[in-house]
């Protein structure tokens, strides 16, 4: 990073230049298999990213890797300007406090099933944050409220739909008042008639102004809620831009065939 | 064949067997006790990345596992004391080879629990920003005891079952009291079938505890 002038004043003006989110020349491999080969993308704060591609192409690694699951090989994420995840002596060292203001909701809820869906909330804010529990109890029953969830504050994960779960996981999510949202195939574990819900939670997020990363197989909704598609293919970005051009107009052969591909499949 | 069942001795003497239940129970309970704690601090060292505690810990389970108890009573009750010049009460012999046999027992039965917490549940805490003993406490715990408690229970019962072997070194179980009781009574067959009813008497109904917890949990997995 460079080196600031006056440390102790909040550099507003390159706060506001800032990218949100910045990957630079991200290599990652399973073993032999190559996912991402220099793959490099960035996301303003406004921004709502769907990210779409061959399965198998690494949309979800991309996910993970942003929220620092995953070891990288090479490469280096910012996020806020700051040094985020980079690779140093031969190891993936992540800035745990940036860390923090990433969230992410998974394909399979991954609710805790031992905690009510209070608790659920609570848990991190509480024991992470140090918030005190009436506090993070009356947020939590807030979000339960304004997702329509607040009759099943003291039920159990099991005891809730599908639909249901991932709401919470929404919530759960919000508690830490994420600077960057990831959803990670959120309805695709879902039956047809339950994801309707899960996606209007997430289009008042996206009115919210939130700003997301998306990786879905469902086209109409990535079309209405992205402020830009972005199609990866072979460990790079091949296309990147509003969802009219990439998925309606794309510029590039490669993203035209295997959106031409998706839409034949679905009609 | 004609045998004339005469129960009325056996009754007669249900004080003794009363006696021996008692000693039974309280060794089934003792084992219980180091089973359950040891169980689990083997489990630990078995999932040490370090040898230094992997290798012992693999090296007693598998003792354990692979011998019959009855050689592991035998062994604790005759070799200990000479072998280790350890004289003590048979009775906390024999609770030590229950106890540590039930140990090796536990300890794969909480090792294979604490596998068994899904990895997406590792991701979810990474994601929420939990870590190190909070994650442990509040998410792997309660996922590894609730998977391990049915067959924490089973093991429980079986020992409670299995130390009716420690009859053969002499301890006044259950097991022992029948032995004598149907030799001054002449009476095997009735002896021994009320020795029988009351091991199935107090299995039983642990073991029907078991199967309800199981079924109650396959409903919340699924």
């Given at each position: 990073m460079r080196p600031r002038l006056?440390?102790?004043?909040?550099a507003t003006e390159t706060m506001v230049q800032n990218k949100l989110l910045k990957i630079h020349n991200l290599h990652k491999s399973y073993g032999d298999l190559e996912?991402?080969?220099?793959l490099s993308l960035a996301m303003d704060r406004g921004d709502r990213l769907v990210i779409i591609g061959p399965?198998?192409?690494?949309k979800s690694t991309l996910l993970r890797i942003v929220m620092g699951l995953e070891d990288i090989v090479g490469g280096d994420v910012y996020l806020d300007g700051k040094p985020y995840i980079l690779r140093d002596g031969g190891k993936t060292k992540i800035d745990h406090k940036l860390q923090a203001r990433v969230g992410m909701v998974f394909q399979h809820y991954?609710?805790?099933?031992?905690?009510?869906i209070l608790r659920n909330l609570t848990l991190a804010p509480v024991k992470t944050?140090?918030?005190?529990r009436a506090e993070a109890e009356a947020k939590a029953m807030a979000l339960l409220d304004r997702f329509g969830l607040a009759a099943k504050a003291?039920?159990?994960?099991?005891?809730?739909s599908g639909g249901q779960k991932q709401r919470v996981a929404i919530a759960r999510a919000l508690m830490l008042d994420p600077d960057l949202l990831l959803f990670d195939?959120?309805?695709?574990?879902?039956d047809p008639e339950l994801v309707a819900e899960v996606e209007a939670v997430m289009m008042e997020l996206a009115d919210q102004g939130m700003p997301m990363m998306i990786v879905t197989h469902d086209m109409h909704f990535a079309r209405n809620i992205a402020s830009r598609v972005v199609f990866a293919a072979g460990g790079v970005v091949v296309e990147d831009g509003p969802p009219e051009q990439v998925?309606?107009?794309?510029?590039v052969a490669r993203t035209r065939e295997f959106v031409e591909r998706v839409f034949a499949r679905k009609k | 064949m004609t045998y004339d069942l005469q129960f009325f001795y056996v009754w007669q003497n249900l004080d003794k067997l009363g006696r021996g239940v008692l000693v039974s129970l309280e060794l089934t309970g003792l084992a219980n006790l180091i089973g359950l704690t040891a169980g689990f601090a083997i489990a630990l060292m078995l999932r040490a990345?370090?040898?230094?505690?992997r290798v012992p810990a693999t090296a007693l389970v598998e003792l354990f596992r692979c011998t019959p108890v009855l050689i592991q009573v035998v062994w604790f009750f005759y070799c200990v004391p000479i072998l280790f010049n350890l004289f003590v009460d048979p009775m906390v012999m024999a609770v030590l080879a229950l106890g540590l046999n039930l140990a090796a027992f536990n300890a794969e039965g909480y090792r294979a629990a604490i596998q068994s917490v899904p990895r997406e549940q590792y991701d979810a805490c990474a994601a929420l920003g939990l870590g190190g003993w909070t994650r442990v406490r509040h998410v792997v715990l309660p996922h590894a005891l609730r998977a391990a408690l049915p067959v924490l229970m089973t093991n429980g019962i079986t020992i409670f079952q299995q130390s009716a072997l420690v009859a053969l070194v002499a301890i006044p179980d259950l097991m022992y009291e029948g032995k004598m009781l149907s030799t001054e009574t002449y009476r095997p067959i009735e002896t021994y079938t009320v020795v029988a009813a009351i091991y199935f008497a107090i299995s039983a109904p642990i073991s029907l505890i078991v199967q309800r917890i199981e079924a109650r949990f396959d409903r919340v997995q699924a």
């Open positions: 006056f440390p102790w004043r909040k996912i991402f080969k220099g399965s198998g192409g690494g991954t609710l805790f099933p031992h905690l009510d944050r140090g918030t005190p003291r039920s159990y994960p099991s005891q809730l195939e959120v309805t695709s574990a879902l998925l309606d107009n794309p510029q | 990345r370090t040898p230094v505690l």
